[in-house]
């Protein structure tokens, strides 16, 4: 099993920036590639980033030139930092970790939420 706990989440204004994080724990040697997803009301979940264990990472095009997402294997831990934000990212981050137990696993946090005021 693989917990996941998402932290860094606020109130913002537009414009300003945020740095989520995301800590792994359980059996985090399993991981592999890991992701961070979002989620406003009446929409659906969105990926915004993912990053695998190597480093290599890929971005939505909406968020590319505002948002990168890091990772440190040592710590186990997994962030977004978010630069110029809108009104329009107010949603719930989530950090999404792919793991192998016996096949391919997905774990999920709970979410943090980011609000972003105009």
């Known amino acids: 099993q693989v917990q996941l706990v998402e932290s860094g989440g606020g109130l913002v204004q537009a414009g300003e920036s945020l740095r989520l994080s995301c800590a792994a724990s359980g059996y985090v040697g399993s991981i592999n590639a890991m992701g961070w997803y979002r989620q406003a009301p009446g929409l659906r979940r969105e990926l915004l980033a993912t990053?695998?264990?190597?480093?290599?990472?890929n971005y939505a095009a909406y968020v590319k030139d505002r948002f990168t997402i890091s990772r440190d294997n040592d710590k186990n831990a997994m962030y977004l930092q978010m630069m110029s934000l809108k009104p329009e990212d107010t949603a719930v981050y989530y950090c999404?970790?792919?793991?192998?137990?016996?096949?391919?696993?997905?774990?999920w946090g709970q979410g943090t939420q980011v609000t972003v005021s105009s």
């Open positions: 999404k970790a792919d793991a192998f137990n016996e096949g391919w696993v997905e774990y």
């Open positions: 990053i695998t264990s190597g480093g290599s990472t």
